[in-house]
């Protein structure tokens, strides 16, 4: 014992009482008594890891610092741009941008907006995202799931094919767009991490599954109101005696060639091809017409106009927010998800607040100028590196082709079938549906089958938007739950007198203090159970 200890008798304090603890002879993990000498103490550094970055700054002070960084990310890739690359990118370039024509058009279809939206948002977005972003691969523009996304966000507020609808599509992008923004900005990247695997599982599935049922009536031309997905599933049934023969021949000829192009001859583009093919058969049957098969309509041949943006309306801006946080939120989650995949292969570093800048950006783009929200797209961006894409630059020139398509080749869509579209969209539903991974869920943590199954039926059956806020909020509440409580057990030191080990049953305690570790998170959700 410490002579100040016996000085004062009775006055002894905890650290005093563990100072004799750790001099007293306590038996070793072998049962030996023997006692080792005593080890200087081991000092250990408390650090805040979240409070602080790598730079030892607070995330948001540390990523405001680079914020010039972030907005100059342009000039740095074009000055260290390497004429290397160019072929190799233009190459991909131009594989991409024949897989990108046929799916933002149908993506615009799922969305219920005019086709041109669709390519408006493949151009501006692809460009910016390109531009400002940091995934060599990703190609950013008009996306499946995010389609479905943006339809449930803007039916509670115009009618779709009305002038409010499509102003409320841009609108939506920019306020997308902005949140983005403000989470790269503030360095807060890192929430996306904590919406699980599940989430992200049953959203994409009831994605895919609602595309499918919603492109019903397009696949057999049929003509009837009701959007959600038992009222769509009655109306084809009782309407399926008036189903258009040719329309439904043109939807199940696209299906098929697109499957039997994927099996037989997997590097050529399916879906363009057979869409003109059915752009064809129009043409030499004569089939659009009233009555007849129903087709896009000729593109106008124009560089993506200045939208007319209610930038300052309060209301729509208030009715907007829920949707925008949604579509921001899983695309960013989409998008980190991609150029992580993608990473691992390549090699590459990323910078996520990079990117996640140059998604908010890319979105902000594509609505002020006539385009719709999007994110990264996993099969363009696929695409995009089996094409042997070096760099950002390939998808800034995917964008490029788009537009000289559009531009020369607009005159097409009059003869392009809607039912063509949407056969292309029921193989794109059917992918989304990832029943392997489903089942994977289900057969292991019962938590994240709870959360998956909640977040699928709700995107079925509620507005889309609140079925991901639902499930999100789910995995916070398991998450919370889960961290509230801490293991705690009493311990004892080593015979090495370093360490603290986990006390067995019937193994001797110190009579003077007992000794607990918790082993978990602390904080104010655990302080009860402590």
Request: with cysteine; charged share 10%; net charge negative.
């Amino acid at each position: 014992m410490d002579d100040h200890s016996k000085d004062k008798p009775g006055m002894e304090t905890p650290a005093d009482i563990l100072e004799q603890i750790m001099m007293e002879d306590w038996p070793s993990n072998n049962g030996s008594n023997e006692v080792s000498s005593r080890q200087p103490p081991v000092e250990i550094e408390e650090t805040d890891p979240i409070a602080e970055t790598a730079s030892g700054q607070n995330p948001l002070v540390d990523s405001l610092t680079h914020t010039p960084k972030y907005f100059s990310n342009p000039v740095r890739f074009i000055k260290s741009y390497k004429l290397s690359n160019f072929r190799p990118d233009l190459i991909a370039g131009l594989t991409v941008g024949v897989i990108a024509l046929p799916q933002v058009i149908a993506f615009a279809l799922i969305a219920e907006l005019p086709p041109e939206m669709g390519l408006y948002g493949a151009i501006v977005a692809g460009i910016v995202g390109a531009l400002w972003g940091s995934s060599d691969q990703m190609n950013t523009g008009p996306a499946n799931a995010i389609s479905i996304l943006v339809l449930s966000s803007l039916l509670a507020i115009a009618e779709p094919g009305s002038s409010n609808f499509i102003l409320a599509a841009g609108m939506l992008a920019v306020m997308a767009g902005i949140f983005q923004l403000i989470i790269g900005l503030s360095g807060l990247g890192m929430l996306v991490n904590f919406v699980s695997h599940s989430v992200i599982i049953g959203f994409a599935s009831g994605a895919g599954l609602l595309i499918g049922i919603g492109q019903l009536k397009n696949v057999f031309g049929l003509q009837f109101e009701g959007r959600t997905v038992v009222d769509t599933m009655i109306n084809t049934i009782l309407f399926i005696p008036q189903l258009n023969i040719p329309t439904t021949l043109l939807s199940i000829g696209t299906i098929i060639l697109i499957v039997a192009l994927r099996k037989f001859a997997p590097k050529l583009p399916g879906p363009l091809l057979s869409m003109i093919v059915a752009s064809f058969f129009v043409y030499l049957f004569d089939l659009a017409g009233p009555g007849g098969v129903k087709v896009i309509g000729e593109l106008p041949r124009t560089l993506p106009p200045l939208a007319d943006l209610p930038l300052f309306d309060l209301e729509l801006i208030a009715q907007l927010s829920t949707g925008a946080l949604a579509v921001g939120a899983i695309g960013l989650i989409q998008t980190t998800a991609i150029a992580r995949a993608f990473s691992t292969q390549t090699g590459q570093r990323l910078d996520s607040n990079q990117e996640f800048v140059g998604q908010g950006l890319a979105n902000i783009g594509a609505g002020l100028f006539s385009g719709y929200a999007g994110a990264g797209s996993f099969a363009r961006s696929a695409v995009n590196m089996e094409a042997g894409a070096r760099t950002r630059m390939s998808s800034l020139l995917s964008s490029v082709f788009v537009l000289v398509a559009m531009l020369t080749f607009g005159w097409l869509g009059a003869y392009l079938p809607i039912a063509s579209l949407a056969g292309v969209l029921m193989v794109t539903a059917y992918g989304l549906v990832d029943t392997r991974e489903m089942r994977l869920i289900w057969k292991g943590n019962r938590t994240d089958a709870i959360i998956m199954l909640v977040t699928f039926f709700g995107t079925i059956f509620l507005q889309i938007e609140f079925a991901v806020l639902m499930g999100v909020l789910i995995s916070f509440a398991f998450y919370i739950t889960q961290t509230s409580v801490p293991k705690v057990f009493p311990v004892i030191p080593d015979h090495t007198f370093k360490h603290f080990i986990r006390r067995q049953p019937g193994q001797p305690g110190c009579p003077q203090l007992g000794i607990i570790k918790i082993s978990g998170d602390l904080y104010f959700g655990a302080v009860n159970h402590v």
